[in-house]
T-cell receptor, first 114, second 115 residues
Framework: NAGVTQTPKFQVLKTGQSMTLQCAQDMNHEYMSWYRQDPGMGLRLIHYSVGAGITDQGEVPNGYNVSRSTTEDFPLRLLSAAPSQTSVYFC?????????????FGPGTRLTVT | LAKTTQPISMDSYEGQEVNITCSHNNIATNDYITWYQQFPSQGPRFIIQGYKTKVTNEVASLFIPADRKSSTLSLPRVSLSDTAVYYCLVGAQQLSGGGADGLTFGKGTHLIIQP
């Protein structure tokens, strides 16, 4: 299993540009989520999904959109990038009830908005 | 949401046992306690999870008193490679629609191990 994969690893955007951060998992996990981590800070939840077709907002959802059309994929869209969105983005997935709350994280995408 | 409080940083030395305590006074009956480890430039990695008393795996032990208002992650005989940030999360075992319990990471505890 590849686990949780994220692309790209690094990205530089200009203010106002849009882009999609990709996240995929091959573990058939129901739950997927996106976090951002700023320097010296913990992770903050952006959006999460409890299954295909179901998404909900986390702590810091403004400026980001998500969709979950398949179990495997959970892309994060930045509609109009702002310098405040410069951060490292992590995608995570986890089992359903039987597996508890152990989350598996991807390697992250480092985004810089100039 | 059960809020957690951890020390911002801790120092120790190689070969010592390290205990990191997390306070969660508002823990709910069906909440579990989960700890993660994060190295620089990597995503967090699951360490251990428990509900009450003591849980032990090959990496760490988790001690939870009867009132469950706190928990202690114990790392036996630490090495330099244990230098990392450790996060304590509290939330229900099952996610349900509209619930983000257990998905909120605080700032964690930065553990520094010295030779």
């Amino acid at each position: 299993n590849a686990g949780v994969t994220q692309t790209p690893k690094f990205q530089v955007l200009k203010t106002g540009q849009s882009m999609t951060l990709q996240c995929a998992q091959d573990m058939n996990h129901e739950y997927m989520s996106w976090y951002r981590q700023d320097p010296g800070m913990g992770l903050r939840l952006i959006h999460y999904s409890v299954g295909a077709g179901i998404t909900d907002q986390g702590e810091v959802p403004n400026g980001y959109n998500v969709s979950r059309s398949t179990t495997e994929d959970f892309p994060l869209r930045l509609l109009s990038a702002a310098p405040s969105q410069t951060s490292v983005y992590f995608c995570a997935s986890s089992y359903s009830l039987a597996g508890g709350r152990e989350q598996y994280f991807g390697p992250g995408t480092r985004l810089t908005v100039t | 949401l059960a809020k957690t409080t951890q020390p911002i940083s801790m120092d120790s030395y190689e070969g010592q046992e390290v205990n990191i305590t997390c306070s969660h006074n508002n823990i709910a009956t069906n909440d579990y306690i989960t700890w993660y480890q994060q190295f620089p430039s990597q995503g967090p990695r699951f360490i251990i999870q428990g509900y009450k008393t003591k849980v032990t795996n090959e990496v760490a032990s988790l001690f939870i008193p009867a009132d469950r208002k706190s928990s202690t992650l114990s790392l036996p005989r630490v090495s330099l490679s244990d230098t990392a940030v450790y996060y304590c999360l509290v939330g229900a075992q099952q996610l349900s629609g509209g619930g983000a319990d257990g998905l909120t990471f605080g700032k964690g505890t930065h553990l520094i191990i010295q030779p």
